[in-house]
């Protein structure tokens, strides 16, 4: 095969239509990114329109179009080669226009979206232009392609685009990219707010390059949340809270509801907004209701709801769509992708080919829904996308109302980086944000003006708990404290796994069999975890209940709609313990219920906190416990703001602002590699042999019983084998094999690396992805993972 002409190069697989034409595809791309950028001025608009003419030149080279033919099996990197490209024609527009100075630093910005734009998105920093670099232009129609672009881009008739002048151009584009780099992202005295503001328009640069690109190839529409669907929104929300009216808070909750809605009308003007509620009086919903009254009053087009753990979020989308009788797009790590072709095309969509299953991913990945409720991951990822592929939700994010349930449970360390971002987005892309929680912290070290506080007034004449601080307890008196105690519905929380599996341990040889025993905490795989809820759900709402205890770690704290007549929380910090009061008594029957706390010493004599918290933290609230040993619910609102008034004026976490500054010097990743949960310890997978089919069918998760169905899968040693069969896999298509891992990942469990290499070996890590456990005894079918090492992962949750 010679040299192609341009004109005959496929961008993708030939179609009959002739879409598939690369011409065809960079014309089309252009004219979607410049209509993303209307905000921009005009030379940045035209520079957007030239990225896309370029981005994809490097198909132009003869390998890659016939690995696009399938006659090789891998083509040359396109991204690297539009870059450079693009790098040497928008310097001469910008010289011949004469805005080189103004407007270098977008021409960086620009490169480097190029040349990510199907990777990572990497450092602007003038050490790293791989992109810079010898392309075999003698496989490339150059001659055709500048001939096209003069009839589509004006004003680069006069440049050459040669072999000659590109390579020439390999040796001045280093001087100009460190010239550039120097004067045009040097941050100059400016605010980090400032900072901030141009980085996210950087990425909303970068979003409407990529956005554009994929949605050439696979066009996904959206509904959008009108204001006579808002209106009709909140008519089904008021109508769903009259018909729970039998619920014991449902007087307090309708009148809480009102008083918001009522606060809120006389800040409509505002884009930022802290919901405080007790735990227990309806949040959510009433966050919900002010979402539809802004889709109503202020023309918002969507509502995103983000929550910190996937028992809160899938908990939260089946309620919601009860309340709206709207299917809610779900955007988390087992979310099936043809399930959201369903929900965004009224259950109308044939899920039987590949177009359809791409088009689920991309509808996911893109939030193109009204409804749409996400993890603090996935929302971060949105605020600082780490790849390409991360910047589509960002298209679809204009306008809406953004919901985040429970910030408190972000890492301090993150957390005023999350508002300087968030602070930029609200502005780049006009949302309004909406924090909901019984327990906020503090926002002046990140925000520029406080945030609207919309709360209750406090009318609660009868507190639902009160806190007892006790003496220090172990294994054995704590256990006989609680099995001791006369209640129907128990609960404790410990701080640490191991201490948790003690505690049940030591309850079950105390405990009559009348009694339902459960246990819960993070090392157990996943459909194990997701059944021991479910289990402790039902339990908790029987008609004909029978005496349970709950022992738990943190993952009961937050989120879980579960109410306990009695509680004993080990000792942790202040808004982790009113947190988990928020489930004592959480509907208010009866006289006012106990929850108590004390210091914990294992088996070792240690305060296991030391394992979770920080020392300051629990400094602060062993010294407010002290001068509080007892306290009701009525007082916990400001026991918990003088809590955090301790903590950030000893440390307002301020210094994470800096990687704002390297970001704009030098290197995005300094923001995209925060977690929301702090810094994240080295783990590897394992997989569990265990065993579902022991399990009422009705116990098992939706999600899997589908995956299970859809590849015939018999037994967890069953799907383990299908994973070792390459041949399997590789007659998978892309989105199948997708789905296909979510099923295994059912059963994985990730262990910190000590503890993983001690259960399998090293080998099998060499050999396998994921190892199969074929110690038996390290997995307890009812405890999760056992024999834990407090000097390995005692600390763990």
């Avoid at 050439?216 to 204001?227: F, G, N, R, Y």
């Avoid at 965004?344 to 899920?351: F, M, V």
């Avoid at 296991?608 to 619910?633: C, G, M, S, V």
């Avoid at 300094?670 to 994240?680: E, M, N």
Wanted: charged fraction near 25%; proline fraction near 4%.
């Amino acid at each position: 095969m010679s040299v192609l002409n341009f004109k005959d190069c496929w961008a993708r697989p030939e179609k009959t239509d002739g879409s598939h034409l690369l011409s065809s595809h960079l014309k089309n791309v252009a004219i979607k990114a410049k209509k993303n950028v209307t905000n921009e001025p005009t030379v940045i608009q035209e520079l957007i329109y030239l990225a896309a003419l370029c981005h994809d030149i490097g198909k132009v080279h003869k390998d890659w179009q016939l690995y696009i033919r399938k006659k090789i099996k891998q083509g040359p990197n396109h991204a690297e080669c539009g870059a450079f490209v693009f790098s040497y024609l928008a310097y001469h527009y910008l010289n011949q226009m004469d805005v080189w100075e103004k407007y270098c630093r977008e021409w960086i910005w620009i490169i480097r979206d190029i040349a990510d734009h199907h990777g990572i998105l990497k450092a602007t920093d003038e050490r790293d232009l791989r992109w810079n670099k010898l392309y075999t232009w003698s496989k490339m129609d150059l001659t055709g392609f500048k001939h096209w672009l003069d009839q589509q881009f004006s004003g680069l008739e006069h440049v050459n685009l040669t072999t000659d002048e590109l390579e020439n151009w390999i040796e001045e584009v280093d001087e100009y990219y460190e010239d550039a780099v120097m004067e045009g992202l040097d941050p100059k005295g400016l605010s980090y707010q400032s900072l901030m503001n141009n980085l996210q328009r950087w990425r909303r640069l970068t979003t409407a390059l990529i956005t554009a690109d994929r949605f050439d190839v696979q066009p996904i529409a959206t509904t959008k949340l009108s204001s006579e669907l808002s209106e009709r929104f909140e008519e089904q929300l008021l109508l769903y809270c009259s018909e729970n009216a039998h619920h014991p808070m449902s007087e307090k909750r309708q009148q809480a509801q009102d008083n918001i809605v009522n606060l809120y009308s006389h800040y409509q003007d505002r884009s930022i907004f802290a919901l405080s509620m007790p735990t227990g009086y309806g949040k959510t919903l009433t966050s919900f209701r002010l979402a539809t009254k802004l889709g109503q009053n202020s023309g918002k087009e969507k509502i995103i709801y983000v929550a910190p753990y996937l028992a809160i979020l899938e908990q939260t989308t089946k309620e919601l769509e009860k309340v709206f009788q709207v299917n809610i797009l779900e955007h988390h790590s087992l979310a099936l992708f043809d399930e959201q072709v369903k929900k965004a095309s009224g259950e109308k969509a044939n899920i039987n080919d590949e177009v359809e299953k791409r088009s689920g991913q991309l509808i996911m990945e893109s939030w193109a829904h009204p409804f749409v409720t996400t993890s603090f991951q996935q929302f971060m990822k949105a605020l600082f996308p780490s790849k390409a592929q991360e910047t589509l939700r960002r298209d679809r994010i204009q306008n809406s109302v953004v919901l985040i349930d429970e910030p408190q449970i972000f890492s301090a360390n993150v957390w005023n980086l999350l508002l300087v971002g968030l602070q930029s987005l609200v502005k780049e892309e006009n949302i309004t944000v909406i924090f909901l929680s019984a327990t906020l912290p503090p926002f002046e070290y990140g925000l520029d003006d406080q945030p609207v506080l919309l709360e209750v007034p406090d009318d609660r004449k009868l507190p639902r708990y009160r806190v007892s601080n006790t003496n220090d307890v172990n294994q054995r008196s704590l256990s006989e404290r609680v099995s001791d105690r006369p209640e129907m519905k128990k609960a404790v929380i410990m701080n640490t796994i191991q201490d948790a599996i003690d505690i049940h341990k030591e309850i079950s040889s105390l405990s009559s069999q009348k009694e339902s025993l459960y246990l819960l905490h993070g090392l157990m795989v996943p459909i194990h975890k997701r059944i021991q809820t479910e289990k402790i759900k039902r339990s908790l709402k029987s008609d004909h209940p029978s005496p349970i205890t709950v022992v738990s770690t943190q993952v009961l704290e937050a989120g879980v709609d579960a109410s306990f007549d009695y509680m004993f929380r080990s000792s942790t910090i202040l808004p982790s313990l009113i947190q988990a009061a928020g489930r004592v008594n959480r509907h208010g029957r009866g006289t006012t219920s106990l929850l108590e706390t004390g210091i914990y010493l294992n088996s070792n004599n240690k305060d296991t906190r030391d394992f979770i918290y920080d020392k300051q933290w629990l400094k602060q609230t062993d010294a407010i416990l002290e001068e509080h040993p007892n306290f009701t619910e009525l007082d916990s609102d400001k026991l918990v703001q003088e809590f955090y008034n301790r903590i950030f004026q000893q440390n307002s976490y301020e210094g994470i602002k800096q990687d704002i500054k390297h970001a704009y010097e030098t290197n995005w990743h300094f923001l995209s590699q925060h977690a929301p949960f702090g810094d994240s310890y080295m783990q590897l997978p394992i997989f569990i042999s265990w065993d579902f089919r022991e399990v009422e069918s009705d116990l098992l998760p939706e999600v899997f019983c589908k995956l299970i169905d859809k590849f015939q899968m018999t037994s967890a040693e069953d799907i383990y084998t299908h994973y070792q069969d390459l041949e399997f896999m590789h007659s998978l298509s892309f989105q199948d094999r997708k789905e296909w891992m979510m099923l295994v990942y059912f059963f994985v469990l990730n262990l910190p690396v000590k503890k993983a290499i001690k259960a399998v070996g090293k080998d099998p890590f060499l050999q396998q992805r994921i190892p199969f456990l074929y110690d038996t005894d390290a997995y307890h079918h009812n405890y999760g993972w056992q024999n834990i090492s407090m000097a390995e992962d005692g600390w763990m949750i």
